[in-house]
T-cell receptor
């Protein structure tokens, strides 16, 4: 398995501000993803974090709102920009390692926007 | 588009067997996953099916029929700790990312 840590684990932020979430994996991984889980909902893919290049965003998510970095094979960040209460959600980092089919999830970052 | 359906809620008795169904209509298919998620925690992997048939892993089994776009998760000898949300997810041909259903909230009662 892969050990994934996320920082911060939770935060309360004011409308209009930005928050950067970090994802650190204990070993090199092939793929890294960012998901969002809104209250009472299932997981929605935001984007695939590509190492050394721009992330690939899903429909409904844009780089200006959710800039993503992946400088190496074990680390990625997701920024939630110009936050509004609708951004209140759990943000989860997920990884696929090598030829594994299993996708591992980090513990999540619980964001509340007031 | 992608459409993954599963029941919203289910209730079962401790010690019993429960089957959680998942149907999908997706453009491309490269595997079906089941995850368990306890409240406030990250999803944890339960099973993976890419070929038709039944995969058994302890008390949990998962079945797939690709021609019918259908899967189920079977939980045997239910325990109170099995109360959780169960998420069905499909991996598409286009990559490794997963498309999740809305999840089934299972309540195990004494």
């Amino acid at each position: 398995s892969a050990v994934i840590s996320q920082k911060p684990s939770r935060d309360i932020c004011q409308r209009g501000t930005s928050l950067t979430i970090q994802c650190q994996v204990d070993s090199q991984v092939t793929m890294m993803f960012w998901y969002r889980q809104q209250p009472g909902q299932s997981l929605t893919l935001i984007a695939t974090a590509n190492q050394g290049s721009e992330a690939t965003y899903e429909s409904g998510f844009v780089i200006d709102k959710f800039p993503i970095s992946r400088p190496n094979l074990t680390f990625s960040t997701l920024t939630v920009s110009n936050m509004s209460p609708e951004d209140s959600s759990i943000y989860l980092c997920s990884v696929v390692r090598g030829s594994d089919y299993e996708q591992y999830f980090g513990p999540g970052t619980r964001l509340t926007v007031t | 588009g992608q459409n993954i359906d599963q029941p919203t809620e289910m209730t079962a008795t401790e010690g019993a067997i429960v089957q959680i169904n998942c149907t999908y209509q997706t453009s491309g298919f490269n595997g079906l996953f089941w995850y368990q998620q306890h409240a406030g925690e990250a999803p944890t992997f339960l099973s993976y099916n890419v070929l038709d048939g039944l995969e058994e892993k302890g008390r949990f089994s998962s079945f797939l029929s690709r021609s019918k776009g259908y899967s189920y998760l079977l939980l045997k000898e239910l325990q109170m700790k099995d109360s959780a949300s169960y998420l069905c997810a499909v991996r598409l041909n286009s990559g490794y990312a997963l498309n999740f259903g809305k999840g089934t909230s299972l309540l195990v009662t004494p």
